[in-house]
Structure formats: structure tokens, C-alpha cells
């Protein structure tokens, strides 16, 4: 059963008469293939029509859409023998963060991610993809591991955000949010980011303090929610819509900003409708990406790196 | 205009003023005390009756810390409004009122100078410019600040004092957090302390960057300091929060902070920080040390000694 979106409404209507149609005709009914196949290319004209012009309120939907390939896809559709790798050392193993090492087209890897979780219990395990201190301590630590070892790093990023918990303030949220950016920064090892899905503020940066850092293209990366922009901004969270205008939240703006690197287009429908066909593209840009980067060595590479985040601000303007 | 608005209404209302002007008392936040204006600017905007610390400005700040004499820097600029931002007024409007509120361009004010004596730089944070919140104003401030503590071989001390990101500026505040913690880098690769003390209220973006990874970090009595805000925590987890939740003495019961300094003794502790880091071998204490009395002859036991 496809999930679908409020604005996708039109579209659903159309599927859905397309699927009882053919359930006629499996029945023996009269020949409907004709109609079908109308109503088809109407299906697809109007999916094209309504995604060409997705607003920036539609793209969050588009990019918190349930049925969206999450980290774990990625990781099983791009990464063999993936090694999952757990735990800070000093006090939990955080599942809204996953890493461990593996082999991405023959080359060994450090993988990271936030990971929502896709069924009620999944998304209770991995706390919907909300990180605790613990998460980023170890990505902290699986960083400083692949720089050790020249393992570059890829990572993919889709969460609301850290967590915001009495126990996370308690053990130090900001310090290992902090602490997860510089080890990204530092690392002497090509570091390529993608946010996949929703990039929430400080927790998406701590796993995305990359030499390139690609965005899907209903992908959004914004320093607040919509929704908590809205209430804070303009005191009322049925704002979220105008926010998100405001806010220059999607693919497109961060790349006019200059503060992502690339965007990589995604199948008629957003990332869901064909995730297979996403995941292999995605694969093609990581590697076109990393290529150049693992000829350098790890000072240039942190160099570079830090030449491009200190110019995030400093132009582009819009 | 007539003559009751011209002349009998100031006169009845003249009736009413107070005697004093009314900027000669401060009502303390915290325990409602009136306090005598001088008094508290002498008292450092410290409630002499329960001790509360106020918030002071950012140039204040400098002034306290720093011995007379110091320089202000100028800040290089950040382009203005790079998103266009408009919520309920315009981003450009909210700048201008605070900038004219505040006589600053930004939130930060960037001064060097010397401690009792020891070279320092100090940036300080404007909670009153916009929450103090983290734009690429803000960012370029305090990479500036670090380059000039390289520059001049001194110790990088931040004052913050911020609600977290600028929201006004989008993507571009959040990309603050790596660029101000490569700022942290620069310091600490040249040999340099960097120095954080947290002041009411340090939180989000700017608590999850630069502020900290201090080598040392210390807070105001009482600060508020965290990731989350206390109302997202509280809708999020739905429990009340404990007595105390996100305050320093907080934060240094859990790890995060080592020390808790009152305003008043924040200069010594900093130059001691300073000492401690800076200078390796201080003369061996010679003369002072014939003007040390002995120790007293012991006294006669009147006791039977302990066994050891």
C-alpha cells in the first residue's frame, strides 16, 4: 500500500482508479486496457506537473516521506560486507546512529548514519533517527578510527535532529555534537556527505562536516524545523509553510548558497517511488566524488575542507 | 491641544512623580530587592543581596575583564540579509533596531589587551543583539578573533552569551558551527589557550560549537546552558524538569564545566588560568620567602602524642 501525501491527493485518486480498473479487467471484465493506459499517462502528467513545482513545505514532506530509503537501505544496497561497529566507549551504544566499516566498489570504508527506523518498533529502536550524546561520541570515535586506518568516510544523514532529553543535557548533547564536528573537520581522509532525507540542524552537521556533502534533490537541511521556526518566529506553528519558504531549506538553495556541494536528482515522484534506482545513482555520485579526493593526502585534504567552511557566509548571496 | 493636555495634566501628573528619577533603583530579577544604581554598577551587576548575575552588555564585559587601556577591534562584515529573511518584519529591519540598540554591527565585541598584566584576546557575546543568536556576523567575529590571538601569541577568551543560531540566516547560521570550531582549531594547533566562559544563557548552536571546546571552561554562577530549550525538553519527554535542570552548578555536577566563578573574581581566575597555562617557571619565590615567618617552635605536649 503506497503512502501518500496530502498534496498527492489528485494523484492517488488517479492510481487508485487505474488499480480498480485493472482489478476489473483480472476478473474478466470487459477490456478496460485502453482506459487504463489513459488514465495512466494522466497518473504520470500530473506527478510530473505537481513535483516539478514542489514547494519548499512539500519538499519537507517529500523528505520525511515514510516510505523514503532510509541509512540502512543505502548502507545494504551500496556498502558489502558491512561490519557494524557500536558503541562510545564510556557509556551506551546509540542506534539513531549507525556506523561501521565495509567496502564501497572494493574500497574499504568508515559508514555513518541516522537512521529513523521504519516500523513502530525500528523507530522506537533507533529513537527516530534523534541522536543521544552517546551517537555522536560514536561517530566521534568511528571517524578517528577510518583516519587511523585511511578508510574515507561517507556518511548519510536524515534526522530531526539531536535529541532533546533531560539524560542528553545531563551527559553533555552540546559537547558531543561539537566534539562529532571537529572529528569530521579533522579527519585525514576524504569525508563525502549526503543528506538523504531531512537535515535537522546540529545533529545533521555533526555527521556532515564533509569535503563535498551532496543533497538529494527533495532532501531539505535547515538550521530549525519548519514547524519550530513557525512557532518561534511567527508564533504560530500552522506557519510551518511560510517558514519553510523563508528558511531556504531545500537542494537547490543550499547549492545557490554554496554550502552544499552537489544535488543529485531523484526518480519522478521523489526518492520512494523507485528507491532501487536512487540508491544506484547515488553510488555513481559518491564514487565520481570520491575519486579525486582519495588522491590527496590527508593535510591537503583538511586544508580544503577547512577553506570551504570558513567561506560559508562570507558570499553567496542569493 | 488645549489647555488641560498642555498645562493641567503635567501638572497633575507632576503631582504623582516620584521625587527620584527612575533609573536610581534596580528591581533584581531574581529576589525583587531594590538595589541603588551605583551600587549595582559597582557590584558589577551582581544583586548584592542574593547574589543573582545579571546580564551585562558585551563592551561591559570587555571593560571588567580586560585592565584600562585595551583595544577594541574593528570586525570585518558579513553580508547582510543573505536570504531575504521576512517573518512577522523584515530580517534587515530587526538588524538595524538592534544595531542602533546596541552600538555594535553584530553580537560579538572583540577586544585585546592584557589581564593583571598577561596579553589576552577577548571576544564577547551581546545577548541583547538579537539573542546574541549566530549568524555568519557572529562566525566571522570569532574566526577573527582566533586568527588574532594567533597573531599575537595570546590566549583566545569567549564570553558567550546566545540563544543558539540565527535563525534569520538559515542554513548559513547553522554552517557557523563548523566554521567557529575550525576558529577553536587555530588556537589550539598554535599553543594557545582558549578560554570559554558561559554566561545566561548559552544554548543551542553556539553551545554546540565553539563554546564547548574550551581547554577550559567556566560559567557564571547560575547561567542557563544547554543544547535544547527547556519547552522543547519538556513537550518532547514530558516530565518536569529537575530543580536546577541546565543551570552551571548543573553542568559542573555533571562534568561539563571546571569551575563556577562569580563575576567579581572572574579577572584573578582568569589571569591565574592564564599563569598557569602560560608561564612554566615563575621566579622561585626568594625574597618573599625570608619575609615568611617560621614556623613557631612547637608548643609544650600537653597531651600524650598519638601513636602513629
Not at chain 2, 544604581?37 to 552588555?57: F, K, N, Q, T, Y
Request: proline content about 6%; overall charge negative; some cysteine.
Amino acid at each position: 500500500m503506497r503512502h501518500f501525501l496530502d498534496f498527492e491527493k489528485p494523484i492517488a485518486e488517479l492510481e487508485g482508479k487505474i488499480e480498480e480498473l485493472r482489478r476489473t479487467t483480472d476478473a474478466g471484465g470487459i477490456d478496460v486496457a485502453e482506459e487504463v493506459g489513459r488514465l495512466r499517462d494522466k497518473a504520470q502528467s500530473l506527478l510530473k506537473s505537481t513535483y516539478a513545482k514542489l514547494t519548499p513545505w512539500q519538499k519537507a514532506q517529500v523528505a520525511r516521506h515514510p516510505d523514503r530509503p532510509h541509512a540502512t537501505d543505502y548502507i545494504n544496497g551500496l556498502i558489502e560486507d558491512f561490519l557494524p561497529l557500536a558503541g562510545d566507549r564510556a557509556f551506551a551504544d546509540d542506534a539513531a546512529v549507525i556506523g561501521g566499516m565495509g567496502r564501497f566498489r572494493g574500497r574499504a570504508v568508515m559508514v555513518l548514519g541516522t537512521e529513523r527506523g521504519n516500523d513502530t518498533e525500528s523507530r522506537v529502536k533507533h529513537n527516530f533517527g534523534m541522536a543521544r550524546p552517546e551517537g555522536y561520541r560514536k561517530a566521534k570515535r568511528l571517524m578517528e578510527l577510518a583516519g587511523r586506518f585511511g578508510l574515507p568516510i561517507l556518511s548519510f544523514v536524515d534526522t530531526a535532529g539531536a535529541f532533546p532529553g533531560i539524560e542528553a543535557e545531563a551527559r553533555g548533547q552540546a559537547e558531543a555534537i561539537a566534539r562529532s564536528i571537529e572529528a569530521g573537520l579533522e579527519a585525514p581522509v576524504p569525508f563525502i556527505a549526503t543528506i538523504i532525507g531531512e537535515g535537522g540542524s546540529g545533529g545533521a552537521i555533526a555527521l556532515a562536516a564533509a569535503d563535498r556533502v551532496v543533497m538529494l534533490e527533495h532532501a531539505i537541511y535547515s538550521v530549525i524545523s519548519p514547524e519550530g521556526c513557525a512557532s518561534i518566529l511567527w508564533r504560530d506553528a500552522a506557519q510551518a509553510s511560510t517558514a519553510a519558504e523563508a528558511l531556504k531549506l531545500t537542494a537547490d538553495d543550499l547549492r545557490k548558497l554554496n554550502l552544499v556541494d552537489a544535488v543529485l536528482p531523484e526518480p519522478l515522484g521523489g526518492a520512494h517511488r523507485d528507491a532501487e534506482a536512487t540508491i544506484a545513482a547515488l553510488g555513481d555520485r559518491i564514487a565520481d566524488l570520491l575519486e579525486p579526493l582519495v588522491e590527496l593526502d590527508g593535510a591537503t585534504l583538511r586544508a580544503r575542507r577547512r577553506e570551504k567552511f570558513l567561506e560559508m557566509g562570507r558570499s553567496g548571496v542569493i | 491641544m488645549n489647555w488641560i493636555s498642555d498645562w493641567a495634566l503635567p501638572k497633575i501628573s507632576g503631582l504623582f512623580k516620584r521625587e527620584v528619577p527612575e533609573n536610581l533603583w534596580h528591581k533584581c530579577p531574581a529576589c525583587e530587592q531594590m538595589i541603588f544604581r551605583r551600587d549595582l554598577e559597582a557590584a558589577l551587576h551582581v544583586c548584592p543581596h542574593c547574589g543573582h548575575h545579571m546580564r551585562i552588555s558585551a563592551v561591559r564585559r570587555l571593560e571588567c575583564t580586560l585592565d584600562p587601556g585595551f583595544s577594541r577591534i574593528e570586525l570585518p562584515r558579513a553580508p547582510a540579509d543573505p536570504l531575504r529573511f521576512r517573518d512577522q518584519r523584515r530580517y534587515t529591519e530587526r538588524l538595524k533596531e538592534a544595531q542602533a540598540k546596541s552600538a555594535m554591527d553584530d553580537a560579538v565585541a572583540v577586544a585585546h589587551g592584557t589581564i593583571e598584566g598577561q596579553r589576552a584576546v577577548v571576544a564577547a557575546m551581546e545577548f541583547a543583539f538579537m539573542g546574541g543568536s549566530m549568524g555568519a556576523g557572529v562566525g566571522e567575529a570569532i574566526v577573527t578573533a582566533a586568527k588574532l590571538a594567533v597573531l599575537q601569541d595570546a590566549p583566545l577568551i569567549v564570553f558567550t552569551a546566545s540563544g543558539g543560531a540565527r535563525m534569520q540566516e538559515g542554513a548559513i547560521s547553522l554552517m557557523q558551527m563548523p566554521r567557529t570550531v575550525i576558529a577553536t582549531r587555530l588556537v589550539k594547533e598554535a599553543g594557545l589557550p582558549f578560554i570559554v566562559v558561559m554566561c545566561d544563557p548559552t544554548t543551542g548552536g553556539v553551545t554546540a560549537s565553539f563554546a564547548m571546546l574550551g581547554d577550559i571552561h567556566i560559567a557564571e554562577p547560575g547561567a542557563l546552558i544547554g543544547f535544547a530549550g527547556a519547552r522543547v525538553i519538556e513537550q518532547t519527554v514530558r516530565e518536569k524538569l529537575p530543580e536546577g535542570f541546565q543551570r552551571a552548578e548543573y553542568l559542573l555536577e555533571h562534568g561539563i564545566l571546571d569551575l563556577v566563578v562569580k563575576r567579581s573574581e572572574m579577572r584573578a581566575t582568569l589571569a591565574r588560568v592564564i599563569g598557569l597555562l602560560r608561564v612554566p617557571l615563575v621566579e622561585a619565590a626568594t625574597a618573599p620567602a625570608a619575609e615568611v615567618p617560621a614556623l613557631p617552635a612547637p608548643e609544650e605536649p600537653t597531651e600524650q602524642p598519638a601513636q602513629a
